[in-house]
């Protein structure tokens, strides 16, 4: 007989299944991956930035849902320059840092770090 435990664990899995798998299908659109300069705009645009929005706990479910996949698609995107270990460690940890769903999480994320490394 299985436990609550082992539904509960086994439902969380696949909820997290789901958001990986949604994260790599919304890094697309129409057929087509998102550049890193479109995803910069769209999650740090000059008007109500995303990211701003998030940090400040304003942000609706599917506002932090849109941020999450934006950075799921910077994390499946090559570096514009510098090196790409780095690129994948340094994204990564972004993803992780906005999973957490902690939007104080955020304020963690070194822009300045990245721009001085990667960007063109």
Known sequence: MMSIRSVFAGAMAFVA??????GTADAQKDGKEWTVKEIMVKAHGKNDPLRTKVMSGKASNDEKKQLIDLYTALAASKAPKGDEKDWKERTKKVVELVKSGDAADLKKIDC???HG???N
């Open 117 to 119: 490394a990667f960007k």
């Open 112 to 114: 300045k770090g990245c």
């Open 17 to 22: 299944l789901i958001l990986l798998m949604s």
